[in-house]
């Protein structure tokens, strides 16, 4: 083996994860679960965030939810159970993250942003100097339907036989949970980066909760411009979200666009008003 194979996290002891530093990097990734069906799943889940270092669990409307039962199953881990989060809705369990990632088995046909483990885990190891991660998973049936991954700036995939290519919902979370540690040991070579983030010349990124309030003035300013005639919104909403998560502004940058929305239902609204003053004027 020549040095050019040698992973350079290799030379740098397994411990130093474990360490303040690495348990800070680590603690601003939160596993989301969507719709979990099993409660022996989520316990595996809950396992395997133990065996790497994941701390923060958070769970969109599970079919059970039972405290001793998890704990039962996936021995000393009361740490993340009795800290896990309940969400009805899956916007409130990613509202405050600057980067949402969804797990899934397929690639979907649109040009979503998507990656393979562990050149997925690196980057977001990176983006987590600025937030919050959010890694969500889908239901053990189903997995993530449409409109949830339409709220994801991204996605993971992992590159199983494709005749066969479901996993488990723990081993799937058992990788993708390894390929984070492995990116926060890799990311203690100080050459390459200081764990304590760097200072930013931009505004802060916008958090999900931000992003989704702004698509929601934007199908405004798009439904007053005419733009969804003929086509369905959320098709064509689909298309901007993908559109402006690749341009991943920050919060400033947000604001700007949020307030052109404005702009554009407000001038629709005088239109408007003018247009039925005109026809009240016209009928007297």
């Known amino acids: 083996m020549t040095s050019a194979d040698t992973d350079s996290s290799d030379s740098i002891p397994p411990e130093t994860v474990d360490t303040a530093a690495g348990r800070a990097v680590l603690a601003r990734f939160v596993v989301v679960l969507y719709q979990p069906q099993d409660l022996v799943n989520i316990a595996l889940v809950v396992r395997a965030m133990k065996n790497m270092g994941l701390t923060r669990l958070r769970l ?41 990632v969804a797990m899934t088995a397929r690639r979907r046909a649109s040009r979503q942003v998507w990656s393979e483990p562990a050149e997925g885990a690196r980057e977001l190891v ?7 991660i959010a890694l969500v998973f889908g239901r053990e049936d189903k997995g993530l339907p ?24 723990a081993h799937a979370a058992m990788i993708l949970f390894y390929e984070v540690r492995r990116a926060v040991r890799r990311s203690f070579d100080l050459e390459e980066r200081d764990l304590s983030g760097k200072a930013r010349d931009q505004a802060p990124p916008a958090t999900a909760a931000e992003m989704e309030e702004f698509f929601g003035i934007w199908e405004r300013a798009m439904a007053a411009l005419g733009m969804f005639r003929g ?10 979200r993908r559109i402006l998560k690749r341009a991943e502004p920050d919060r400033r940058e947000l604001r700007l666009f949020e307030a052109t929305a404005w ?9 408007e008003a003018r247009i039925r003053d005109q026809i009240a004027k016209e009928a007297d």
């Open 146 to 169: 449409n409109e949830i991954l339409d709220r994801c700036h991204e996605a993971v995939c992992i590159p199983t036989n494709p005749e066969h290519p479901s996993l488990n919902l």
């Open 60 to 100: 969109v409307s599970p079919a059970i939810f039972n405290a001793y039962r998890i704990t039962g199953i996936a021995h000393d881990t009361h740490e993340i159970v009795d800290a896990a989060e309940l969400f009805d809705e899956f916007d409130q369990a990613v509202g405050d993250a600057i980067r949402v």
């Open 231 to 240: 086509v369905e919104p959320s098709i064509k909403m689909r298309s901007y």
């Open 263 to 271: 702009r554009i239902v407000h001038f629709a609204t005088r239109i």
């Open 126 to 132: 990176e983006r987590s100097a600025d937030g919050d």
